[in-house]
């Protein structure tokens, strides 16, 4: 026989949400060196595969460029996924800032092409299977590359190897 937990103690979205969001502060906050102020995140994401860059702040606008965290990217995708709004997507890069104190302030792009990452048209299109967005909800850039026209970055590419030859 197996136990079943109550209606009531089942974590909502938003709930689950909520403590991911916490997972990923706090994976952050674990790289706020001492002295510093805050640390400032952005993460794009496209079917599983990350790009992201972290720096820490003092209060005078020092800036630091950290190397990566571990367990920031890995949370941040399961938010991303926790975030999943059937026929409205997921957000493709976010923007997290932890202060010293663990404030943390967010902020979601779910109709932007990412500016970090080099994401094929074969992970937009898997993506999009993972999470699909009704005709409403697809950005027209996505929607091209779904009929099959290259990314913003296979562009950057073609005319980066033209100036070559």
């Known amino acids: 026989m197996s136990e079943s937990?109550?209606?009531?103690e089942v974590p909502t979205g938003q709930e689950v949400q909520?403590?991911?969001l916490r997972e990923v502060g706090l994976a952050l906050h674990a790289s706020i060196a001492s002295g510093?102020?805050?640390i400032e995140a952005e993460i794009s994401i496209v079917k599983g595969t990350s790009s992201w860059q972290?720096?820490?702040y003092r209060?005078?606008?020092t800036y630091l460029s950290l190397g990566t965290s571990s367990a920031f990217p890995r949370r941040a995708g399961?938010?991303?996924r926790a975030m999943y709004r059937e026929g409205s997507g997921t957000w493709f890069t976010a923007w997290f800032t932890v202060t010293a104190a663990g404030k943390?302030?967010?902020r979601y792009d779910y109709d932007t092409e990412p500016r970090l990452g080099h994401f094929g048209a074969p992970e937009y299109r898997a993506d999009f299977e993972d999470f699909p967005r009704t005709p409403e909800h697809t950005p027209a850039w996505l929607a091209?590359?779904?009929a099959g026209a290259p990314t913003r970055h296979d562009l950057v590419g073609r005319e980066t190897r033209r100036k070559r030859r």
């Open 104 to 106: 943390v302030r967010t």
């Open 5 to 8: 937990t109550p209606a009531e």
């Open 59 to 61: 209060e005078d606008g």
């Open 54 to 56: 972290e720096g820490l």
């Open 144 to 146: 091209a590359i779904l």
């Open 18 to 20: 909520r403590a991911l």
């Open 36 to 38: 510093y102020d805050r």
């Open 78 to 80: 399961e938010l991303r």
